[in-house]
Structure formats: structure tokens, C-alpha cells
């Protein structure tokens, strides 16, 4: 009996969770770049911040990345949910990033972005969030 062997190129479109983990990687990359060394790492999904680091000066910064699908605009953020989490910086002494970063398909905005594929990127580097209360 002969047997075949059919070789499919399906096209995995990326996840929530992949796409996030994409746009960590740039921000990471991004932070080791300016100096800053990490602490702790989180990439899971909605789980804040994704990165806790130092500066030089023992200075803790924690960093919230987020993903978005282009053209949404990747450097707006909850407002109202920001202000918690800054609440929650200042109690812990530390600073806070924002990193927004957008992904798209080069071929089409309402394609999906697939697995091992070239991507559009939007990422405008780090925003320094005010936790300092007037």
C-alpha cells in the first residue's frame, strides 16, 4: 500500500497572547538598550507590569506593554485604569513606563498577523507616566 504525505503551509495567525509576547520582545529589547536591568519579568496577559527594572542609580521603573492590532493607536492607554496602577507605583517607590506597540500585516490592516511572516510595527519607544500627585 502506498502511502502520501500531503505538506500543508497553513498559516497560523498569531495570538493575543503571541502578539503581546512580539511586542515584549521589542520593548525588552528596547530597555536592555538604554541600560536598564530587569528584575522581574511578566508576560502574561493583563498581568501589570510586564517588566520591573533599575537604572544605574538603583532607580525601580516598572514597565507596562501593550499590543495592539494596527491601526489602533498603541500609545493610548486607560486613563482611569493608570491611575491605580500608578497609586500603586508610587507606594513601592518606583517609576512608571508605558510601551505601546502596534502590529499589523504589511499586506492588509483586516488581515490577521501570521506566524513567521514579516509584520508592520508602530512602537515610539518609552513614555515616562507622571506618578507625582499636584
Not at 493583563?46 to 520591573?52: A, D, L, M, T
Not at 493608570?82 to 488581515?111: C, Q, R, S, W
Request: glycine share 6%; net charge positive; hydrophobic share 40%.
Amino acid at each position: 500500500m502506498l502511502g502520501f504525505l500531503y505538506f500543508c503551509s497553513m498559516r497560523k495567525p498569531l495570538s493575543k497572547q503571541e502578539m503581546h509576547n512580539l511586542a515584549m520582545n521589542h520593548v525588552g529589547k528596547d530597555l536592555e538598550s538604554r541600560g536598564f536591568e530587569f528584575v522581574a519579568i511578566n508576560s502574561k496577559l493583563k498581568k501589570h507590569p510586564q517588566f520591573v527594572c533599575i537604572d544605574k542609580n538603583s532607580q525601580y521603573f516598572f514597565v507596562i506593554v501593550r499590543v495592539v492590532k494596527l491601526p489602533q493607536n498603541p500609545n493610548n492607554y486607560d486613563v482611569v485604569w493608570m491611575e491605580t496602577f500608578k497609586k500603586h507605583a508610587l507606594e513601592k517607590e518606583a517609576k512608571v513606563l508605558y510601551a505601546g506597540v502596534g502590529i499589523g500585516n504589511p499586506k492588509g490592516v483586516e488581515l490577521p498577523i501570521y506566524f513567521n511572516e514579516e509584520y508592520l510595527i508602530e512602537y515610539n519607544g518609552i513614555q515616562v507616566i507622571e506618578t507625582n500627585y499636584n
